[in-house]
């Protein structure tokens, strides 16, 4: 019956919780459900989600059939607690409570205590014979209401309530006498019908439909929409409202109100977490105006805390709640959030939700759960969610030490570091050289830094997004990035870094925390991550779950130890363009771009290739027989083209060519669009003897190996099979005549990159060539969208915010376009090679979302950055759990 405008529950209402948390909201829902299993829950009734939009419809006005309707909802609490709402002899107060499908912040707080006025709080003095409490109740409510619903200002009843406290020489609210309170609500009546040239409704029905009112009213309020927007939650959910009797915590000394997590929501532990105040109502507890009291006597002991517990002051009800924690854990099979206040000694549980946890606490209360047999390993593999596990793969800021920021930027890439400040590449190296840790402190990032961020234990940027090519590289390489700082300058002529009011020098000590995008001065303490434990075991777990094959993106020895360490299967993208932009080697390969012709290339190539073969060796050695797919040189060729006076010297000395000379090739060689210029395949197909090259490094490398890969040789940007036909030429050619001075043969493949739309549309005649495909996603998003990632920062932002794309491109694959086109991709490849090996290898790779659109698409693994890998692993399982 999902067009009930009221929907009882506790006191001897039929269970309702069965219409979900869509129709009642998740408050409302877990209360019914609390209600059902029969819990101890103040009986009420929720108004349904569906009568909001009904409420917006009119314009801001409450439908006349739920008007009619509340009378009835009114009926079931006063029968079930015995007062009557408005009754003067014996009244009725309920609170009016707010709760959408999800819990979210920005809606309109709960009023207390409704129902109040001159009468009714004489017959609640009489009824409880406790008068103080009475008017304690009725100015609470007179300040809640005036706040919430009437929109005035919560300072003017505040001050009123200082200058009282003040003038009667105390300091806590419950000091304040009978009469001083009775005066206090004088007042308060005065302030309302002065501000807002009407007198305070009296009549309780009144009260209610504006307080049902306001809760609707919250939904499109300014807070409100901006969280929807911020976490995609639609408007058409709209809110419920509960109306629940009053249980009062503020009734003195054997009264209370607290809350509590059923275990500790930072480390997991199985130990109840929590705080209360005795005679105090709701709101007072994270108010601050108090300080509350644990819950158990173990945490107050460890905290060192004044205030006895509940456990010691409250034994009875503590042994009940005690109870009501484990009975909601095996009832909800998750750790709970709860909310709860005693009456007199009795208790009441007000609230109860799934527990926000962090990511540490997230693993080890699924692995407890399995363990006390709350949970199957397989729903333990659902529950974590991936994203979180990035807050525990990097160092994180020690939370107890001290922090002074000074600057804040993007978080751009996770984890926390601390180091000199250096402002240039080649200074990171140098001093990282001499064993220092540093931070790399630029303007903005290009490929010329790429050894400079590798030395450097974080990196900083004045300008640049979350897509921006230091933010993108950091997350490949593991560094913690702050990128668009735009609070700092930095003066490349005095070598300093100004950060509001503080100068500092190349060499000053900073910290960063990548994950909240902060900068300090001085160094913070950091947290290594633990990966054995809890975490283990999730992984244990979830890889006994997946179907796909989850390889890193890398190159480094160190990064491919990383990759194998986080779970690696292999390597799914060495860029061997990284390798190349090593200090010792970029003049050599500035040379062999430059050189005027393939004789002058030869003595170049001749001389890169021992290094890059010894570059392979290593990386072999550590991935023990794993498959690496190696990419041979893609970047467009101006990320090389010397840039200072001394490059020129120096490149010119390597190739034996004048300065001069060198100035007009490098003229000739100006792209006015590189990233759709000579780049990728193109190279290999005007300057075949690199791509030679490469391949014989990779093969002798190979040959060397007690256990050999079986490498993988990708062609990227190829557009056509004519590319690919001729680049494979090139390697099977150079192939055997290595296998040939070798004596002996080793397997190898050869296949190419997926990343421009006219190779997914030809996939197939592709295939007949190709042994695998991998898709790079980065490239194949750009080219599909026609959105240069380096220069969407200015607008994208605003593109996701209008609703153009749901997120960003670059991070979550765009399903609707650029997915469609590796669909087609993935089908027309098969059709022609039906063991056509397929991966991904671009940030989609480490995507939650995008792995499990991919999963879909039977890919054979999903490439990422090393420290991904996990993240990427539990994603995998849950995408293989899902269907
Ligand atoms: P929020 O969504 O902000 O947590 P709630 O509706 O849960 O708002 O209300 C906040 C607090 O108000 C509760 O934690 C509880 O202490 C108090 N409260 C709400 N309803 C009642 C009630 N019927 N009796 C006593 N206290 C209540
Ligand atoms: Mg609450
Ligand atoms: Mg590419």
Same mark, same amino acid.
């Given at each position: 019956?999902?067009?009930?405008?009221?929907?009882?529950?506790?006191?001897n209402?039929?269970?309702a919780?069965?219409?979900?948390?869509?129709?009642l909201? !998740?408050k409302?829902?877990?209360l019914?459900?609390?209600?059902?299993?029969?819990?101890?829950?103040p009986?009420? *009734?929720?108004i349904?989600?569906p009568?909001?939009?009904?409420y917006?419809e009119?314009g801001?006005?409450l439908?006349?059939?739920?008007?009619a309707?509340?009378?009835?909802g009114l009926?079931h609490?006063?029968?079930?607690?015995?007062?009557r709402?408005?009754?003067?002899?014996?009244?009725?107060?309920?609170?009016?409570r707010?709760?959408?499908?999800?819990?979210m912040?920005?809606?309109m707080d709960t009023?207390?205590?409704?129902?109040?006025?001159?009468?009714t709080?004489e017959?609640?003095a009489?009824?409880?014979?406790?008068?103080?409490f009475?008017?304690?109740s009725?100015r609470?409510f007179i300040?809640?209401y005036a706040d919430v619903?009437?929109?005035?200002?919560?300072?003017l009843?505040?001050?009123a309530l200082?200058?009282?406290?003040?003038?009667?020489g105390v300091?806590?609210?419950?000091?304040?006498?009978?009469?001083?309170?009775e005066?206090l609500?004088g007042?308060?009546?005065?302030?309302v019908?002065?501000?807002?040239?009407?007198?305070? +409704?009296?009549d309780p029905? #009144?009260?209610?439909?504006?307080?049902?009112a306001a809760?609707f009213?919250?939904?499109?309020?300014?807070?409100?929409?901006?969280y929807?927007?911020?976490?995609?939650i639609p408007?058409?959910?709209?809110?419920?409202?509960?109306?629940?009797?009053?249980?009062?915590?503020n009734?003195?000394?054997?009264?209370a109100t607290?809350?509590?997590?059923?275990r500790d929501?930072?480390?997991?532990?199985?130990?109840?977490y929590?705080?209360?105040l005795?005679?105090?109502?709701?709101?007072?507890?994270?108010?601050?105006?108090?300080?509350?009291?644990?819950l158990t006597?173990?945490?107050?002991?460890?905290?060192?805390?004044?205030g006895?517990?509940?456990?010691?002051t409250?034994?009875?009800v503590?042994?009940e709640?005690?109870?009501?924690f484990?009975?909601?854990?095996r009832?909800?099979?998750?750790m709970q959030?709860?909310e709860?206040t005693?009456?007199?000694?009795?208790?009441?549980?007000?609230?109860?939700?799934? !527990?926000k946890?962090t990511?540490?606490?997230?693993?080890?209360?699924?692995?407890?759960?399995?363990?006390?047999g709350l949970?199957?390993?397989?729903?333990?593999?659902r529950?974590?969610?991936?994203?979180v596990l990035?807050?525990l793969l990097h160092?994180?800021?020690?939370?107890k030490a001290?922090?002074q920021v000074i600057?804040?930027?993007?978080p751009a890439?996770?984890g926390?570091?601390?180091?000199?400040?250096?402002?240039?590449?080649?200074?990171?190296?140098?001093r990282?050289?001499?064993g220092?840790t540093?931070?790399?402190?630029?303007?903005?990032?290009s490929p010329?830094?790429?050894?400079?961020?590798?030395?450097a234990?974080?990196?900083?940027t004045?300008?640049?997004?979350m897509t921006?090519?230091?933010a993108?590289?950091?997350?490949?390489?593991?560094?913690?990035?702050?990128?668009?700082?735009g609070g700092?300058a930095?003066d490349?002529?005095t070598?300093?870094?100004?950060a509001?009011?503080?100068v500092?020098?190349?060499?000053?000590?900073?910290t960063?925390?990548?994950?909240?995008g902060?900068?300090m001065?001085?160094?913070?303490p950091?947290i290594?991550?633990?990966?054995?434990?809890?975490f283990?075991?999730?992984m244990a777990? #979830?890889?006994?779950?997946?179907?796909?094959?989850?390889?890193a993106?890398?190159?480094t020895p160190?990064d491919?130890?990383v990759a194998?360490q986080?779970?690696?299967?292999g390597?799914?993208?060495a860029r061997?363009?990284?390798?190349?932009?090593?200090?010792d080697?970029?003049?050599?390969?500035?040379?062999?771009?430059l =050189?005027?012709?393939?004789?002058?290339?030869?003595?170049?190539l001749?001389?890169l290739?021992p290094?890059q073969?010894?570059?392979?060796?290593?990386?072999?050695a550590?991935?023990?027989?794993?498959p690496?797919?190696i990419?041979?040189?893609d970047?467009?060729?101006?990320? *090389?083209?010397?840039?200072?006076?001394?490059?020129?010297?120096?490149?010119?000395?390597?190739?034996?060519?004048?300065?001069?000379?060198?100035?007009?090739?490098?003229?000739?060689?100006?792209?006015?669009?590189?990233?759709?210029?000579?780049?990728?395949?193109?190279l290999?197909v005007?300057?075949?003897?690199i791509?030679?090259m490469?391949?014989?490094a990779?093969?002798?490398? #190979?040959?060397?190996?007690?256990? +050999?890969?079986?490498p993988e040789?990708m062609i990227?940007?190829?557009a056509?099979?004519?590319?690919?036909d001729?680049?494979k030429?090139?390697?099977?050619?150079?192939a055997?005549?290595?296998f040939?001075?070798a004596?002996?043969r080793?397997p190898?493949?050869?296949?190419?990159?997926?990343?421009?739309?006219r =190779?997914?549309l030809v =996939?197939?005649s592709i295939?007949e060539?190709?042994?695998f495909f991998?898709?790079?996603?980065n490239?194949?998003?750009?080219?599909?969208l026609?959105?240069?990632?380096?220069?969407?920062a200015?607008?994208?932002?605003?593109?996701?915010?209008?609703?153009i794309?749901?997120?960003?491109p670059?991070?979550t694959?765009d399903?609707?376009?650029?997915g469609?086109?590796v669909?087609?991709?993935?089908e027309?490849g098969r059709?022609?090679?039906?063991d056509?090996?397929?991966?991904?290898?671009?940030?989609?790779g !480490?995507?939650?979302?995008?792995i499990r *659109?991919?999963?879909g698409?039977?890919?054979?693994y999903?490439?990422c950055s090393p420290w991904?890998?996990?993240? #990427?692993?539990l994603?995998a399982?849950?995408a293989?759990l899902?269907?």
């Amino acid at each position: 019956m999902p067009d009930r405008l009221v929907v009882p529950f506790g006191g001897n209402a039929a269970p309702a919780h069965w219409l979900g948390k869509a129709h009642l909201g !998740g408050k409302g829902a877990n209360l019914c459900e609390m209600a059902a299993i029969g819990l101890p829950v103040p009986p009420g *009734f929720v108004i349904p989600t569906p009568v909001c939009a009904r409420y917006h419809e009119a314009g801001g006005r409450l439908p006349e059939a739920l008007l009619a309707k509340l009378p009835e909802g009114l009926a079931h609490i006063e029968a079930a607690v015995g007062a009557r709402f408005g009754d003067p002899a014996n009244p009725l107060l309920v609170s009016v409570r707010s709760g959408a499908r999800v819990s979210m912040p920005g809606m309109m707080d709960t009023v207390l205590n409704l129902g109040l006025n001159r009468e009714t709080v004489e017959g609640l003095a009489r009824r409880s014979g406790n008068r103080r409490f009475a008017y304690d109740s009725f100015r609470r409510f007179i300040q809640m209401y005036a706040d919430v619903v009437l929109g005035l200002d919560h300072y003017l009843f505040e001050d009123a309530l200082e200058l009282m406290k003040d003038d009667r020489g105390v300091t806590l609210d419950t000091a304040l006498t009978e009469a001083d309170l009775e005066a206090l609500v004088g007042q308060y009546l005065e302030i309302v019908a002065k501000e807002r040239g009407e007198p305070f +409704p009296m009549d309780p029905m #009144a009260q209610l439909e504006g307080a049902v009112a306001a809760v609707f009213g919250s939904w499109r309020s300014e807070r409100a929409t901006v969280y929807r927007r911020l976490n995609d939650i639609p408007e058409e959910w709209g809110t419920a409202v509960t109306v629940q009797a009053m249980i009062f915590g503020n009734m003195g000394e054997t009264s209370a109100t607290g809350v509590a997590f059923t275990r500790d929501p930072a480390t997991g532990e199985r130990a109840i977490y929590g705080e209360y105040l005795v005679n105090a109502q709701g709101e007072d507890v994270v108010a601050g105006i108090r300080t509350p009291q644990y819950l158990t006597k173990a945490a107050r002991e460890r905290a060192g805390a004044a205030g006895a517990s509940m456990e010691e002051t409250m034994p009875e009800v503590f042994k009940e709640l005690s109870q009501v924690f484990t009975l909601l854990e095996r009832h909800y099979r998750d750790m709970q959030d709860i909310e709860f206040t005693v009456q007199e000694g009795r208790l009441f549980i007000l609230q109860t939700r799934s !527990g926000k946890r962090t990511a540490r606490a997230a693993l080890r209360i699924a692995c407890d759960m399995v363990a006390e047999g709350l949970i199957g390993e397989d729903e333990a593999v659902r529950r974590v969610d991936p994203a979180v596990l990035d807050q525990l793969l990097h160092p994180t800021l020690d939370p107890k030490a001290e922090r002074q920021v000074i600057a804040t930027g993007l978080p751009a890439s996770p984890g926390a570091a601390s180091g000199a400040i250096v402002l240039d590449s080649a200074e990171a190296e140098r001093r990282a050289g001499l064993g220092e840790t540093v931070i790399l402190v630029r303007v903005e990032t290009s490929p010329e830094d790429i050894a400079g961020m590798h030395a450097a234990r974080g990196i900083l940027t004045a300008r640049g997004g979350m897509t921006s090519h230091a933010a993108v590289v950091a997350r490949g390489m593991g560094r913690p990035c702050v990128s668009g700082a735009g609070g700092i300058a930095i003066d490349p002529e005095t070598r300093t870094v100004r950060a509001g009011s503080h100068v500092l020098k190349e060499g000053d000590i900073i910290t960063l925390d990548g994950a909240t995008g902060e900068v300090m001065l001085g160094e913070v303490p950091t947290i290594e991550p633990e990966l054995s434990g809890d975490f283990a075991t999730l992984m244990a777990w #979830a890889d006994r779950h997946r179907r796909l094959k989850v390889r890193a993106n890398a190159e480094t020895p160190a990064d491919c130890r990383v990759a194998r360490q986080f779970g690696a299967e292999g390597i799914g993208l060495a860029r061997t363009e990284h390798m190349f932009f090593d200090p010792d080697r970029i003049g050599l390969v500035r040379a062999m771009i430059l =050189a005027a012709d393939e004789a002058a290339r030869a003595p170049i190539l001749a001389r890169l290739l021992p290094l890059q073969r010894a570059d392979f060796a290593e990386m072999f050695a550590v991935m023990a027989g794993l498959p690496v797919t190696i990419r041979l040189l893609d970047p467009p060729l101006h990320e *090389f083209l010397p840039q200072r006076e001394a490059d020129y010297a120096e490149v010119a000395e390597a190739s034996g060519v004048s300065v001069a000379g060198l100035k007009r090739r490098v003229a000739e060689l100006h792209e006015m669009n590189p990233m759709l210029g000579h780049r990728g395949c193109r190279l290999g197909v005007t300057y075949p003897d690199i791509y030679a090259m490469q391949t014989r490094a990779i093969l002798e490398a #190979a040959l060397q190996q007690a256990d +050999p890969p079986v490498p993988e040789i990708m062609i990227p940007l190829v557009a056509t099979r004519r590319e690919l036909d001729l680049m494979k030429a090139v390697v099977d050619e150079t192939a055997e005549a290595v296998f040939a001075e070798a004596g002996r043969r080793i397997p190898y493949l050869v296949g190419t990159m997926i990343e421009l739309p006219r =190779a997914a549309l030809v =996939a197939d005649s592709i295939a007949e060539t190709a042994e695998f495909f991998s898709f790079g996603t980065n490239d194949l998003t750009q080219t599909t969208l026609g959105i240069s990632r380096d220069d969407a920062a200015r607008f994208l932002a605003t593109y996701v915010e209008k609703g153009i794309y749901p997120k960003d491109p670059f991070v979550t694959l765009d399903v609707d376009g650029v997915g469609q086109l590796v669909r087609l991709a993935v089908e027309r490849g098969r059709g022609a090679r039906p063991d056509l090996k397929l991966g991904i290898c671009g940030e989609h790779g !480490g995507d939650p979302a995008s792995i499990r *659109f991919v999963a879909g698409l039977g890919l054979d693994y999903v490439s990422c950055s090393p420290w991904r890998v996990p993240i #990427a692993r539990l994603a995998a399982a849950q995408a293989a759990l899902a269907d």
